[in-house]
Protein backbone atom coordinates (compact mmCIF):
# COMPACT_ATOMS: atom_id res chain seq x y z
CA UNK A 1 0.00 0.00 0.00
CA UNK A 2 1.42 3.84 -0.63
CA UNK A 3 1.20 4.32 2.98
CA UNK A 4 4.74 5.10 4.54
CA UNK A 5 6.04 2.39 6.96
CA UNK A 6 5.50 4.03 10.49
CA UNK A 7 1.52 3.36 9.56
CA UNK A 8 2.39 -0.08 10.12
CA UNK A 9 3.31 0.39 13.47
CA UNK A 10 -0.03 2.00 13.95
CA UNK A 11 -1.91 -1.41 12.76
CA UNK A 12 0.85 -3.77 14.50
CA UNK A 13 -1.32 -4.08 17.80
CA UNK A 14 -4.68 -5.12 15.37
CA UNK A 15 -2.18 -7.77 14.11
CA UNK A 16 -3.22 -9.28 17.61
CA UNK A 17 -6.93 -10.15 17.11
CA UNK A 18 -9.08 -11.94 14.19
CA UNK A 19 -9.46 -9.33 10.57
CA UNK A 20 -12.68 -9.14 11.51
CA UNK A 21 -12.50 -7.59 15.17
CA UNK A 22 -9.32 -5.78 13.99
CA UNK A 23 -11.13 -4.20 11.27
CA UNK A 24 -14.12 -3.08 14.12
CA UNK A 25 -12.01 -2.18 16.42
CA UNK A 26 -10.10 0.29 13.74
CA UNK A 27 -13.31 1.52 12.58
CA UNK A 28 -14.95 2.12 15.46
CA UNK A 29 -12.33 3.41 17.66
CA UNK A 30 -11.25 6.21 14.27
CA UNK A 31 -14.81 7.02 13.87
CA UNK A 32 -15.52 8.14 17.83
CA UNK A 33 -12.05 10.11 17.42
CA UNK A 34 -13.88 11.92 14.95
CA UNK A 35 -17.08 12.11 16.66
CA UNK A 36 -15.30 13.19 19.50
CA UNK A 37 -13.17 16.14 17.79
CA UNK A 38 -16.51 16.95 15.74
CA UNK A 39 -18.73 17.59 18.85
CA UNK A 40 -16.34 20.26 20.23
CA UNK A 41 -17.22 22.45 17.24
CA UNK A 42 -20.51 21.51 15.96
CA UNK A 43 -23.54 22.96 17.84
CA UNK A 44 -25.93 20.34 16.40
CA UNK A 45 -23.65 17.57 18.01
CA UNK A 46 -24.88 14.88 17.69
CA UNK A 47 -27.16 15.10 14.58
CA UNK A 48 -24.46 16.86 12.18
CA UNK A 49 -21.65 14.14 12.78
CA UNK A 50 -24.78 11.41 12.54
CA UNK A 51 -25.75 13.01 8.85
CA UNK A 52 -21.60 12.97 8.17
CA UNK A 53 -21.43 9.76 9.31
CA UNK A 54 -24.04 7.51 7.27
CA UNK A 55 -23.03 9.67 3.97
CA UNK A 56 -22.29 8.06 1.55
CA UNK A 57 -18.64 8.74 1.35
CA UNK A 58 -18.41 7.46 4.88
CA UNK A 59 -20.42 4.29 3.95
CA UNK A 60 -17.55 4.38 1.37
CA UNK A 61 -15.45 4.69 4.26
CA UNK A 62 -16.58 1.72 6.30
CA UNK A 63 -16.98 -0.74 3.44
CA UNK A 64 -13.42 -0.09 2.02
CA UNK A 65 -11.87 0.27 5.73
CA UNK A 66 -9.95 3.67 4.88
CA UNK A 67 -8.69 5.74 7.77
CA UNK A 68 -10.66 8.81 6.99
CA UNK A 69 -12.36 8.86 10.36
CA UNK A 70 -8.68 9.09 11.72
CA UNK A 71 -7.44 11.48 9.14
CA UNK A 72 -10.01 13.59 10.12
CA UNK A 73 -10.03 13.43 14.07
CA UNK A 74 -6.07 13.97 13.78
CA UNK A 75 -6.88 17.32 11.68
CA UNK A 76 -9.80 18.72 13.94
CA UNK A 77 -7.27 17.86 16.71
CA UNK A 78 -4.84 20.05 15.62
CA UNK A 79 -6.77 22.83 14.66
CA UNK A 80 -8.92 22.87 17.26
CA UNK A 81 -5.51 23.09 19.10
CA UNK A 82 -3.27 25.44 17.36
CA UNK A 83 -3.95 28.47 19.70
CA UNK A 84 -4.05 27.28 22.98
CA UNK A 85 -1.48 24.82 22.25
CA UNK A 86 0.83 24.95 18.92
CA UNK A 87 2.80 21.83 20.39
CA UNK A 88 0.48 19.32 20.84
CA UNK A 89 -1.34 20.58 17.63
CA UNK A 90 2.31 19.74 15.44
CA UNK A 91 2.27 16.76 17.51
CA UNK A 92 -1.73 15.85 15.61
CA UNK A 93 -0.47 17.05 12.75
CA UNK A 94 2.77 14.84 12.41
CA UNK A 95 0.79 11.91 13.03
CA UNK A 96 -1.42 12.73 9.92
CA UNK A 97 1.74 12.12 8.12
CA UNK A 98 0.37 8.56 7.54
CA UNK A 99 -1.52 10.25 4.77
CA UNK A 100 1.50 11.38 2.28
CA UNK A 101 -0.29 14.35 1.05
CA UNK A 102 -0.87 15.92 4.08
CA UNK A 103 2.98 15.82 4.23
CA UNK A 104 2.84 18.52 1.45
CA UNK A 105 0.13 20.84 2.89
CA UNK A 106 -0.13 20.86 6.78
CA UNK A 107 3.61 22.52 6.86
CA UNK A 108 2.50 24.81 3.70
CA UNK A 109 -0.76 26.13 6.10
CA UNK A 110 1.23 26.33 9.09
CA UNK A 111 3.92 28.46 7.51
CA UNK A 112 1.47 30.55 6.48
CA UNK A 113 -0.03 31.23 9.65
CA UNK A 114 3.27 31.58 11.16
CA UNK A 115 2.55 28.55 13.75
CA UNK A 116 6.38 28.05 13.80
CA UNK A 117 5.99 26.00 17.35
CA UNK A 118 3.62 23.60 15.65
CA UNK A 119 5.48 23.01 12.87
CA UNK A 120 8.51 22.46 14.55
CA UNK A 121 6.30 20.15 16.68
CA UNK A 122 4.93 18.26 13.69
CA UNK A 123 8.20 17.99 11.84
CA UNK A 124 9.66 16.51 15.38
CA UNK A 125 6.80 13.85 15.20
CA UNK A 126 7.36 12.90 11.65
CA UNK A 127 11.06 12.23 12.96
CA UNK A 128 10.24 9.78 15.59
CA UNK A 129 7.99 8.11 13.63
CA UNK A 130 10.14 7.49 11.12
CA UNK A 131 12.74 6.70 13.30
CA UNK A 132 10.16 4.40 15.22
CA UNK A 133 9.66 2.35 12.25
CA UNK A 134 13.47 2.23 11.23
CA UNK A 135 14.14 0.62 14.38
CA UNK A 136 11.13 -1.47 14.62
CA UNK A 137 11.04 -2.78 10.84
CA UNK A 138 14.89 -1.47 9.39
CA UNK A 139 15.73 0.03 6.37
CA UNK A 140 14.66 -1.98 4.06
CA UNK A 141 10.96 -1.43 4.24
CA UNK A 142 11.90 2.54 3.62
CA UNK A 143 13.56 1.37 0.42
CA UNK A 144 10.39 -0.60 -0.59
CA UNK A 145 8.24 1.69 0.14
CA UNK A 146 10.16 4.23 -1.86
CA UNK A 147 10.17 2.20 -5.12
CA UNK A 148 6.57 1.49 -4.60
CA UNK A 149 6.20 5.47 -4.64
CA UNK A 150 8.12 5.56 -7.51
CA UNK A 151 6.44 3.16 -9.43
CA UNK A 152 2.91 3.77 -8.39
CA UNK A 153 3.05 7.11 -11.09
CA UNK A 154 3.85 4.47 -13.38
CA UNK A 155 1.36 2.85 -16.64
CA UNK A 156 0.99 -0.24 -14.75
CA UNK A 157 -0.43 1.04 -11.84
CA UNK A 158 -2.34 3.60 -13.65
CA UNK A 159 -3.92 0.71 -15.33
CA UNK A 160 -4.61 -1.07 -12.21
CA UNK A 161 -6.05 1.50 -10.51
CA UNK A 162 -8.40 2.35 -13.53
CA UNK A 163 -8.72 -1.34 -14.19
CA UNK A 164 -9.08 -2.81 -10.81
CA UNK A 165 -9.64 -0.22 -7.49
CA UNK A 166 -11.07 2.90 -9.56
CA UNK A 167 -14.88 2.37 -7.57
CA UNK A 168 -12.41 2.80 -4.20
CA UNK A 169 -10.57 5.60 -5.15
CA UNK A 170 -12.91 9.33 -5.54
CA UNK A 171 -11.00 11.67 -6.89
CA UNK A 172 -11.99 14.10 -9.20
CA UNK A 173 -9.91 12.25 -11.90
CA UNK A 174 -11.19 9.03 -11.15
CA UNK A 175 -14.78 10.02 -11.59
CA UNK A 176 -14.24 12.05 -14.90
CA UNK A 177 -12.66 9.05 -16.68
CA UNK A 178 -15.79 6.97 -14.67
CA UNK A 179 -18.16 9.12 -17.08
CA UNK A 180 -16.25 8.67 -20.16
CA UNK A 181 -13.87 12.14 -20.10
CA UNK A 182 -10.80 11.61 -21.72
CA UNK A 183 -8.08 11.76 -20.02
CA UNK A 184 -6.45 15.10 -21.12
CA UNK A 185 -9.90 16.50 -19.95
Not at 13 to 39: C, H, I, K, N, Q
Not at 59 to 73: C, D, I, K, M, P
Request: with cysteine.
Amino acid sequence: FLYPPFWLLVLLPLGLLAVDAAYWVFMLVTAGASAWESRRDAGDWPWGWLAVATSPAAVHVVVSGQATFLAVALAYGGLRLLDRSPVLAGVLFGLLGYKPQFCLLIPVALIAARQWRALASAAATGIVLVAASLAVFGVGAWFDYIELMRASGGPRMHHYVMEVLFSYVTTPYVSALVVGLPRGV
